[in-house]
Every structure is written in structure tokens, then in C-alpha cells.
């Protein structure tokens, strides 16, 4: 709920008739500020490191053992039965009742950088940036399917219908543009089998419905049905969104209902996007060796241009940036698979990672690379099956120690085993990078305090942090 003074202020703001630009936009602003000072003095708990995230998002669950995990000592143990003592009474996806045989690593492994940080051949340009990430081998999570597992990872949990971590961040910190929405989705797919994303995994769930994320299409028109009809210029549209928003504010006189504000912000933000989406999608300014360095032609829908149009959308406030890339799903041929997937996102999520660097954005920016869950040390044919007991992601960027690994798993890569790290202490570590202390964060609905790190014990991995 936001304060009473400013809701009462916004009623006789509304009831004076003050509903063009900047009537709307010191509404738009006001929520945000609102939300914002739930946090505590301020609008934070505590000094921020990032102001944004931008989380490179391998739907589908790359294998550990093929990217980041090296994990020798199981070639000697290829095509050898599974221990027992690991698997048994172990959930398991789509191998449930078969034989259960060892699949050593399908690719070479070397150190790169000063930090010597292991990482998979198929990984050409973002060997380069060893130095800069920090690696956890130790991940788990609790959905062995990937619908549910991707909603755990975006939410917290299983339930459908939760709000999902970008909600919570917009929430909590409110955008730092007007222009443009400040959670923004993008997709690519390839290399493997692309399963399909749903728009749950960015919805705001209970939240108030301006706070969720924002696909815009890698080709085509970027935000469908912005655009005005044949024949309307932008004087007319402004003159519609201004009596749309009367009628709008006349009905929240009388239910002061929140999601009528929405709607409100929702159509003046689209008329600014008439203006915002076609200069953020005009890539012909870019230089030509920048565009070199991303490996696209911009707007071609790969996920090298989706990370072009990220640091765009990073440089004009976008505060939280989700690329989904559908391919990293092999349950067969996962050596060909993965070397192929591997290259579609390779060159662009080193380009970003640099070019956000030389810009002096890396520091104040997070940047997450990893999937749902992993894939078994266990061969199904010539691939890998869905895994949860440990997998890797690695991130970046600011109040994260460079160029280090953190935890492990056992010597199959079955078992994380040392510095276990849930996905809800992802969440938290997260949030505590923007400034926010997840526990004290939260939101009250049906009765209940609702969190993005739920009830159950979640905690901030210091050891990967900067002091």
C-alpha cells in the first residue's frame, strides 16, 4: 500500500484534471517512489553495488560437465555403471528404470586468464573473460521438469501465478527510465531443442500488473500494437490517450483502484514508446566494429543482436534485462549439441560482458549466465538427461569477486558437495547487491508477507562479494 498522504495527493491531483504528460509521468514516478521507500530509509536497506541485471538465461539446462564443471577423473569411469550409493532413491527425469552408465565430459577443459579458471573448449570468446566471472559449481535446485523449474528459478517456487524476480526488482527499486519499461524480455533459440517460455516466468503474479516484464520481439515490430493506426498522427493518439485517461481517472475516484494507475501509466507509456522503441531498435549509428565485435546483423533475431539491443536498453535505464535463449535442451547428441548451442551465445555474451566494461557499466551492473538445472553425469544414448543436485552459473559485473569459482560437486559432477548454493540464495545475494535485504522484503497479500526468497531459510553468498 503506499502512504496515505500520497494517495490523497494524487486523488486531488487526478480530480484537477491534470492528465496529460506531466500529470502521468509524476504519477508513474510517485508509485515507483512509493514502493521504493517500503524498503526503508531512503529506498534501500543498504548501499548498493548494481544499479541493473542483466541475466543471460540458457533455457533448456546446459550440461555443467560440457561448459564450466571439469571433471577428469570420469573418463576412467566412461560407460561404467553409476554408483549406487549416488543415484539410489535420487529423482530422475526420463531415465527412471534404465540402466544408469557414466558419460565422461565430451569436450577438453583448459585454464584461462590470471585466475586459471577451467572452462570448456566450445567456449571460444568467453574464455576471454576469465578474469572477469565468478563461477558457482555448486547449484541446486527443486523441479526436475523444466516448466516448473524454470518458474522455481524466476519466482522462488513452483506455484504458478508468483511474482517473478524481475517484478520483485521493479517493485522494490521503481525504473530509473520513462521512456521505456523497466523490465524487458528477449528470446532466441537454437542448437537444441527449444522449449517453449512461457510469459509467467516474467509476469508480476500478485503484484500490481506494472511492475512485470515486457517482451519485445527480436524481429519485426519489437512491442506489438504501439504503433498508431493508418492515418493517426501523433497529435490525435495524444488527444485519445489524454480522454482515455479522464474516463480512467473519474472510475479511480471512486474504487481508488491500482490497477486503474496502471492502466493509466500503462497507455502514456506507450505513447512515449512511439517515440523510445524505434530509436532504441535503430542499430545504424552503432559503430561498425562494435557491431563486428557482437558477431550480428542487428536485428536479425540471435541472441548476439539480443545482446547489442541489451546494452542499449542498459544504457537507457532499463533496469532489469532477461535473455531467454531456447537450445540447451540435449537428451541426445549432446556433444554436437552442446558445442553447437554454445556458439550461438558465445561471441555475444563476451561482447556484452566487454563492451559493457570499456563503457564503465560492468561495475554497476550484474550479469548472470546459466539455465534451469543441469544434466546428468548419466549417458541417455549420446546425450544427457535433466539434472538438479548440482549445476553451474557464473556471474559478473559489480560487488562480484572476479575471477574465482565457488563450491563444487562430487567427482561426477552428481552431487554439489561444498558450498552448497540454493537458487533462493542466488535470490537473495541478488537483491542484496541492489541494496535490498530479502528478508526485510516483502509484500502483504491474502493476509500473508509474501518474499521473493518464500519462508524458507535463504542466505547472501559473501564469500563470491567484494569486501
Known amino acids: 500500500m503506499f502512504p496515505i498522504q500520497n494517495e490523497m495527493a494524487r486523488r486531488t491531483f487526478l480530480r484537477r484534471g491534470g492528465l496529460g504528460t506531466i500529470a502521468l509521468t509524476s504519477l508513474f514516478r510517485a508509485n515507483d517512489s512509493a514502493a521504493a521507500a517500503s524498503l526503508g530509509s531512503g529506498g534501500l536497506h543498504h548501499r548498493p553495488r548494481i544499479k541493473r541485471v542483466i541475466h543471460l538465461y540458457m533455457a533448456g539446462g546446459p550440461s555443467h560437465l560440457e561448459t564450466f564443471d571439469y571433471k577428469p577423473e570420469m573418463a576412467k569411469y566412461d560407460g561404467q555403471p553409476m554408483p549406487q550409493s549416488l543415484t539410489d532413491g535420487q529423482p530422475i527425469a526420463q531415465l527412471q528404470g534404465k540402466t544408469l552408465k557414466v558419460m565422461a565430459p565430451q569436450h577438453p577443459f583448459a585454464r584461462h586468464g590470471q585466475s586459471g579458471l577451467w572452462m570448456s573448449s566450445v567456449f571460444k570468446h568467453t574464455a576471454s573473460l576469465a578474469d572477469d566471472m565468478c563461477v558457482i559449481k555448486s547449484m541446486h535446485t527443486e523441479q526436475i521438469n523444466h516448466d516448473p523449474a524454470h518458474t522455481f528459478f524466476n519466482t522462488g517456487t513452483a506455484i504458478s501465478g508468483r511474482p517473478s524476480m524481475g517484478a520483485w526488482v521493479m517493485y522494490g527499486l521503481g525504473a530509473e527510465t520513462q521512456e521505456l519499461p523497466g523490465f524487458i524480455v528477449l528470446t532466441s533459440e537454437g542448437g537444441g531443442q527449444s522449449q517453449p517460455i512461457s510469459s509467467r516466468q516474467w509476469h508480476s503474479g500478485f503484484l500490481p500488473s506494472r511492475y512485470q516484464g515486457v517482451q519485445m520481439h527480436a524481429t519485426g515490430n519489437p512491442v506489438h500494437y504501439?504503433?498508431?493506426?493508418?492515418?493517426?498522427?501523433?497529435?490525435?493518439?495524444?488527444?485519445?490517450?489524454?480522454?482515455?485517461?479522464?474516463?480512467?481517472?473519474?472510475?479511480?475516484?471512486?474504487?481508488?483502484?491500482?490497477?486503474?494507475?496502471?492502466?493509466?501509466?500503462?497507455?502514456?507509456?506507450?505513447?512515449?514508446?512511439?517515440?523510445?522503441?524505434?530509436?532504441?531498435?535503430?542499430?545504424?549509428?552503432?559503430?561498425?566494429?562494435?557491431?563486428?565485435?557482437?558477431?550480428?546483423?542487428?536485428?536479425?533475431?540471435?541472441?548476439?543482436?539480443?545482446?547489442?539491443?541489451?546494452?542499449?536498453?542498459?544504457?537507457?535505464?532499463?533496469?532489469?534485462?532477461?535473455?531467454?535463449?531456447?537450445?540447451?535442451?540435449?537428451?541426445?547428441?549432446?556433444?554436437?549439441?552442446?558445442?553447437?548451442?554454445?556458439?550461438?551465445?558465445?561471441?555475444?555474451?563476451?561482447?556484452?560482458?566487454?563492451?559493457?566494461?570499456?563503457?564503465?557499466?560492468?561495475?554497476?551492473?550484474?550479469?548472470?549466465?546459466?539455465?534451469?538445472?543441469?544434466?546428468?553425469?548419466?549417458?541417455?544414448?549420446?546425450?544427457?538427461?535433466?539434472?538438479?543436485?548440482?549445476?553451474?552459473?557464473?556471474?559478473?559485473?559489480?560487488?562480484?569477486?572476479?575471477?574465482?569459482?565457488?563450491?563444487?560437486?562430487?567427482?561426477?559432477?552428481?552431487?554439489a558437495v561444498e558450498n552448497k548454493v540454493h537458487v533462493r540464495d542466488f535470490h537473495a545475494t541478488m537483491l542484496h547487491l541492489l541494496g535490498i535485504d530479502h528478508n526485510r522484503f516483502s509484500y502483504k497479500f491474502q493476509g500473508l508477507d509474501f518474499r521473493l526468497t518464500g519462508v524458507e531459510p535463504a542466505h547472501v553468498i559473501h564469500d563470491i562479494l567484494n569486501t
Open 226 to 415: 504501439v504503433g498508431n493506426p493508418t492515418g493517426v498522427g501523433p497529435r490525435q493518439q495524444r488527444e485519445v490517450v489524454d480522454a482515455v485517461s479522464r474516463i480512467n481517472s473519474l472510475r479511480n475516484q471512486e474504487l481508488d483502484d491500482p490497477e486503474i494507475a496502471t492502466r493509466i501509466s500503462g497507455y502514456e507509456m506507450a505513447f512515449r514508446m512511439q517515440t523510445s522503441v524505434p530509436e532504441l531498435t535503430d542499430m545504424s549509428g552503432e559503430p561498425e566494429h562494435i557491431v563486428k565485435m557482437y558477431g550480428c546483423t542487428p536485428g536479425d533475431g540471435s541472441f548476439g543482436s539480443n545482446c547489442l539491443l541489451a546494452r542499449r536498453l542498459a544504457e537507457r535505464g532499463v533496469r532489469f534485462i532477461q535473455l531467454y535463449h531456447r537450445g540447451w535442451d540435449h537428451h541426445g547428441g549432446v556433444k554436437n549439441g552442446v558445442a553447437k548451442t554454445a556458439s550461438l551465445v558465445d561471441q555475444g555474451t563476451a561482447a556484452l560482458v566487454n563492451d559493457l566494461k570499456q563503457r564503465g557499466m560492468l561495475e554497476d551492473t550484474l550479469i548472470v549466465w546459466g539455465g534451469e538445472f543441469g544434466r546428468t553425469p548419466m549417458a541417455q544414448g549420446s546425450g544427457r538427461d535433466h539434472h538438479i543436485n548440482g549445476f553451474s552459473l557464473w556471474m559478473a559485473g559489480g560487488g562480484v569477486k572476479a575471477g574465482s569459482s565457488y563450491g563444487a560437486t562430487d567427482e561426477f559432477g552428481y552431487n
